[in-house]
């Protein structure tokens, strides 16, 4: 089993819709969860980071970690084709001095005009 | 700022050779490391460097060497080449305390 499970997609949506991205991990010393987009033939950029239990929002994004459920998510409010990327969920432990973040396998997300 | 760059873009190699992926980074950023992306695995840790002269080991090192003589560049060599190692490289440095990553725009290899 992976640590980290996320669905591939390809999940299509029209413009305007809210989106859903999910990720679930098992290892219970995960404390800092992340979201990175990655646009075709591009390289990942982070576009939201929590740390332990909660919600966090930036602007259309928002960041939900429910870490009694050991899941995540990422929610896009008024979806834009501009928004059609790859999303990937990343994780690390809170161990001190560890370097190794646990990526999902991304799920993309296509937004039709 | 550039950020972080690599090169080349594409790479196509015969099964044996070998050959360097280049990376800098102009942000005097303390880590840097190198993933591979593969469909359906995820991107995965190859080799990591906490600052000049130090390197480690991630999740898939074999195949695979690294040196860190500057805090800019991070050269990754592929020894001889194998068609497993056929991926999309990228590369990524952060600064130290902070765990925003900034990723290269990847090198796409493909090993015959």
């Not at chain 2, 080349?8 to 360097?20: A, E, H, I, N, Y």
């Not at chain 2, 992306?37 to 906490?50: K, T």
């Amino acid at each position: 089993q992976k640590e980290v499970e996320q669905d591939p997609g390809p999940l299509s949506v029209p413009e305007g819709a809210i989106v859903s991205l999910n990720c679930t991990y098992s290892n219970s010393a995960f404390q800092y969860f992340m979201w990175y987009r990655q646009y075709s033939r591009k390289g990942p950029e982070l576009l939201m980071y929590t740390y332990s239990s909660g919600n966090k929002e930036d602007g259309r994004f928002t960041a939900q970690v429910d870490k009694s459920s050991k899941y995540i998510s990422l929610f896009i409010r008024d979806s834009q084709p501009s928004d059609s990327a790859t999303y990937l969920c990343a994780m690390k432990p809170v161990t001190s001095g560890t370097y190794k973040y646990i990526f999902g396998t991304g799920t993309r997300l296509k937004v039709l005009a | 700022n550039a950020g972080v760059t690599q090169t080349p873009k594409f790479q196509v190699l015969k099964t044996g050779q070998s050959m360097t992926l280049q990376c800098a980074q102009d942000m005097n950023h303390e880590y840097m490391s190198w993933y591979r992306q593969d469909p359906g695995m995820g991107l995965r840790l190859i080799h990591y460097s906490v600052g000049a002269g130090i390197t480690d080991q991630g999740e898939v090192p074999n195949g695979y060497n690294v040196s860190r003589s500057t805090t800019e560049d991070f050269p990754l060599r592929l020894l001889s080449a194998a068609p497993s190692q056929t991926s999309v490289y990228f590369c990524a440095s952060r600064q130290g305390g902070l765990d925003t990553q900034y990723f290269g725009p990847g090198t796409r290899l493909t090993v015959l």
